[in-house]
């Protein structure tokens, strides 16, 4: 994509960004974020599950800083080795979130609701074999997109919403922070072995 702003301008809140991301390596590391590459415009994080054994980098996060704060940044799933963007069907997880309860609901029928939960990685369920989006304001595509026409950029530009470090912090806190465990199908398939007579 061509830069149409001033690219020292997005450069330099790129690397504000990612600066940022540097000093709190620790604390990104602990929680199975690791800063795989970051050369403007792109910083690619990778996400592993921490809390399970074996651990695994279901996927990586690339955040294009092109025309950023202009515009918000784009974010995409990639294949963390492959750097090729992910498919929905590709996806361990939709990033599922409950949603809070409405205070008006009083709370013993509030315990009797069953939970409400929206996935932030949207994708169109016809076709699972193409990539998925962040649904999320302060994204790209969230502001982008024709459902959110009302919801402008310029209402969450100032907010921290579109910063890096919080849009990662979503993707951890809903993506691999509550991944525990794995459930595992096999099958074998056994190959015919000729027997000498």
Not at 47 to 76: N, Q, S, W
Not at 131 to 144: N, S, V
Request: charged content about 20%; hydrophobic content about 40%; glycine content about 6%.
């Amino acid at each position: 994509m061509m830069q149409a702003v001033d690219s020292e301008v997005s450069r330099r809140k790129f690397e504000r960004e990612v600066g940022h991301l540097r000093e709190i390596e620790p604390t990104l590391i602990s929680r199975g974020w690791w800063v795989m590459s970051a050369d403007f415009p792109c910083v690619k994080v990778a996400f592993a599950t921490v809390g399970m054994r074996p651990r695994v980098i279901p996927f990586a996060v690339k955040a294009d800083f092109t025309d950023y704060d202009v515009r918000p940044l784009a974010i995409t799933f990639v294949d963390p080795f492959e750097d090729r963007e992910l498919a929905a069907s590709e996806m361990m997880t939709h990033l599922p979130r409950l949603l809070p309860v409405d205070p008006a609901v009083p709370t013993e029928v509030a315990a009797q609701m069953p939970p409400q939960r929206i996935n932030l990685y949207q994708h169109y369920p016809h076709m699972p074999t193409t990539p998925g989006f962040l649904c999320l304001p302060g994204t790209r595509a969230y502001h982008e997109h024709p459902a959110h026409s009302g919801d402008s950029w310029e209402l969450h530009r100032n907010t921290g919403e579109g910063r890096l470090f919080a849009l990662l912090e979503t993707v951890w806190r809903y993506g691999t922070a509550p991944i525990q465990q794995f459930q595992f199908a096999v099958n074998v398939m056994l190959g015919q072995s000729e027997i000498p007579a």
